[in-house]
């Protein structure tokens, strides 16, 4: 048995731009053109994985506790507000599908992904997390835990995390803090880029482990020495980054395993949400209903 875990806020903006996805305003001016397509992506997703347990996670504000930690994080600021205004929408389109959604506030939809991802390994076969989202790389284990890119069809276990990142996935974070995540607001260090960082992770896990001479290292980065002095100078802002970038696995999860079992869309539940935003329902391809 297979448990797959939807990053529900990546599938909405991907719908949203999608090309060619046309508008559809709703009753109360919302363009929910984003639910629209999210309604039909994860239908064929439902469809074609032949999935048996599945839950999504959103986030239901962008502001986490990450933003009370460091002032430059990710704020709901940049987000396209046209995609923003739908986030409400969509946790209640994929609850009509009979799909369990768990909507984060204090932590995000990453962290519930990753919580539930380790929680629930060993009881399934497989955790399939279905994320393009670099930060999740961290979660994998084996084969046992794996993320999943849609839009690449492309299955991402340890083996593909370490031919990625150049790092086995628990140095996700320490890889992330060196060399920065523009899309969360963490900046990383100056110098420090990808090739400089997998290869001295490689070697040293955890920033911690790095020596601070470069003298001292046994793997050789071009401009080892510079690398080293702005490590040794920032070491404090590398760590914080470091707490940023690693997702917490301590998310109150209510459900049992058996209770993310998919059991089919609710017609009248479906029914009614199609009816609250514009939508036809019969523009949907629904393969298995609960009722």
Known sequence: MRLHLLDGTYELFRAHFRRGARPAPGPDGVDVRGVRGLIGSTLRFLREAGATHVAASFDSVIESFRNDVFD???TSAGIDQAVHA??????KALKALGVVVWGNVEF????ALAAAAVRWVEDVDQVVIVSPDKDLAQVVVGDRIVT???IQEKVFDE???VEKFGVRPESIPDYLALVGDAADGVPGLAGWGA???STVL???PRIEMIPPSADDWEVRPRSAEKLAAVL?????????YRELTTLRLDVPIAESLSDLEWAGVPRRRFGELCDELGLDPGSFRVHRWAD
């Open 195 to 197: 090739k400089s960082a």
């Open 148 to 150: 999943y890119n849609r």
């Open 202 to 204: 490689a070697r040293y």
């Open 72 to 74: 430059g994080y990710k």
């Open 108 to 111: 995000e939809a990453d962290d």
């Open 232 to 240: 040794r100078e920032r070491l404090a802002d590398a760590c914080l």
């Open 159 to 161: 083996t593909a995390v």
């Open 86 to 91: 739908q986030f409400p929408h969509a946790e």
